[in-house]
């Protein structure tokens, strides 16, 4: 049975509780440049159903949940709620937040009650309301104690509990999981699934944010996957598995390997994922990944326990690898040519093996080779430094370049990376102090 697709689906966007049309989100920077964030997102929640939404960091998923919940308006395009266009916060859609956002000042009871409090609900409904959510969120007997006395655990029930009391239509979940640990998150997770498949909580559609893709499959019905630069949805993911999903199960890994090879696979010459890699741009969003990690990873593939190659959710398990500091290294040795992804497997190339298997010297000349011939990048300020009589330029003057591609901070990150990278691979010097790149001692 095949719960696969990479692309956009065709089917039609009615009957939704929650409907986004043509969203998009752009940033006036410091120079009155505009920065786009998300373009053209079509998207609609439709009853009964949880929707995931992955991406990699600086997708603009954060941004577009925020866009749904009516904190902040879109760009361009248009957000409905059961057909009426969302201008604001709409009574009837409630958010978790990663970093709970509870006030230190009042008790778990008055956190809970607060949004009461703020529709006008009288005080005895009030009570009764907040104790009631309290309870079905496995909390009761800490009404009066402040958070400054929970585990974040506990505090992050208080936020379900302070998104539930208002009885929500749609709930919206900014990687609620993330700030806990691992054994928290699960049996928190699994609270939540079980209220929503028992019909416990009046809640009729859930859109969670994620930065863990097993978490996804597990709680969602489909997956929504975010691309960068700007933020579109580039693939979609159904997913047909009966609940509750056993992460061990045939099935379950299929779909965590799909998506994992959705996520770290760059686009092809034709658009699609899998094909020949398209050749990145000056501007291109580098990964933000350092050399002995990437070298350390490498070392570590050629090693018989993989022997070249191996199953990405299983290597993140083992390596005890976050998606985040994953994806970045994965990324780093597609663009390099040392190893290719398909099938959520990672492969090493011949060029990758050759580099785990060199010397010190030989394998600084290789990761200078691949440098300059595949980020466009470095190859540009070495250009431009050996074609300076002095040898030398501002790092300035190449930060002018990117800001035309990225945003004032993330242009400024970029080329700290790209820095970092030259001067291991010896192309350049960099002088922090001058902020000057050069070829001094080369």
Not at 155 to 167: D, E, H, I, K
Not at 294 to 316: F, K, M, V, W
Request: aromatic fraction near 6%; charged fraction near 25%; glycine fraction near 8%.
């Amino acid at each position: 049975m095949s719960v696969l697709t990479e692309d956009r689906p065709t089917a039609a966007l009615d009957a939704a509780l929650l409907l986004a049309s043509g969203v998009s989100k752009s940033y006036r920077t410091p120079d009155h440049l505009g920065r786009l964030v998300l373009e053209g997102i079509d998207f609609a929640l439709r009853e009964g159903e949880v929707v995931a939404i992955l991406g990699k960091s600086g997708s603009g998923k954060s941004t577009f949940l925020r866009i749904l919940a009516g904190l902040i308006p879109p760009s361009g395009g248009r957000v409905d709620y059961r057909g009426r266009p969302v201008t604001g916060p709409v009574q009837g859609i409630a958010m978790v937040f990663q970093s709970f956002a509870l006030f230190p000042w009042l008790t778990v009871l008055g956190n809970v009650e607060l949004g009461l409090e703020a529709l006008g609900v009288a005080a005895a409904e009030r009570r009764r309301r907040a104790v009631e959510a309290i309870d079905v969120i496995g909390l009761d007997g800490f009404e009066s104690a402040y958070p400054k006395e929970l585990s974040g655990g506990m505090r992050q029930r208080v936020g379900f509990a302070r998104a539930l009391v208002v009885n929500p239509d749609i709930l919206l979940l900014d990687e609620p999981f993330s700030a806990l640990d691992v054994l928290t998150a699960e049996t928190l997770r699994n609270d939540l699934i079980d209220l929503w498949s028992e019909r416990r909580i009046p809640t009729k559609g859930i859109v969670i944010v994620s930065h863990n893709i097993a978490e996804a499959v597990e709680m969602a019905d489909r997956i929504m996957v975010f691309s960068s630069d700007p933020g579109r949805i580039s693939a979609e993911v159904p997913i047909a598995l009966p609940r509750p999903r056993d992460w061990e199960s045939a099935a379950f890994r299929q779909i965590v390997d799909h998506v994992y090879t959705l996520m770290t696979t760059l686009p092809g010459r034709d658009g699609r994922r899998g094909a020949r890699p398209e050749p990145i741009g000056l501007g291109y969003r580098l990964p933000d990944a350092a050399v002995q990690q990437l070298s350390g990873l490498i070392e570590r593939l050629t090693e018989p326990a993989y022997n070249g190659r191996a199953d990405l959710p299983h290597l993140a398990d083992e390596e005890n690898l976050d998606v985040d500091d994953l994806f970045p290294l994965i990324e780093f040795m597609q663009i390099l040519g040392w190893a290719n992804v398909s099938g959520g497997d990672i492969e090493l190339t011949p060029a990758g093996r050759a580099y785990a298997e060199a010397d010190m010297l030989p394998r600084k000349q290789m990761f200078a080779d691949a440098l300059l011939k595949h980020v466009p990048l470095a190859a540009h300020i070495r250009r431009v430094l050996d074609e300076r009589p002095g040898h030398r330029a501002p790092a300035a003057r190449f930060l002018r370049e990117l800001e035309d591609h990225l945003s004032e901070e993330e242009a400024e990150r970029v080329l700290e990376t790209v820095i970092n990278w030259g001067r291991h691979a010896e192309i350049f010097a960099y002088d922090y102090d001058d902020e000057v790149l050069s070829l001094e001692n080369f």
